[in-house]
């Protein structure tokens, strides 16, 4: 649910810059290609809808892949509270906060750097 939140918050968030982006971009190409209409315009609306994108799919993936799910798709490692890598079986998984304000921990494997699953940070 929260996640479903977040995904609304961003798409109204990246679509107030494209709608100011866009008249702009459309009178520019109207226009017969203002170049500065279109840089501006094109900013307004690319840059911002790249990182909507970046963030849903993100998000989509925190939502997705979580210890539930691992546990779930790959049942044979995960033994108790022993969790071992998919790919190549090592048992020591680390945990790694992940940067850019998101929240969330990354659990990978030591030995080859795989990506097992995420979990929100606590607190
Ligand atoms: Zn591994």
């Known amino acids: 649910m929260k996640y479903t939140f977040q995904k609304i918050f961003i798409v109204l968030f990246c679509s107030v810059f494209v709608m100011i982006g866009a008249p702009s971009l459309i009178n520019a190409i109207q226009g017969g290609g203002n170049l500065f209409g279109l840089v501006w315009g094109g900013m307004f609306v690319f840059i911002p809808l790249s990182i ?41 998984i680390h945990v790694r906060a992940l940067m850019n304000k998101t929240f969330h921990r990354e659990h990978f494997c030591t030995q080859c750097g795989k990506t097992l699953y995420y979990s929100p940070e606590q607190g």
């Open 52 to 92: 909507a994108i970046f963030w849903l799919r993100q998000l989509s993936r925190f939502q997705k892949m979580t210890y539930v799910w691992y546990k779930t798709v790959y049942a044979d490692n995960v033994q108790g509270n022993k969790v071992s890598c998919f790919v190549c079986g090592n048992d020591s």
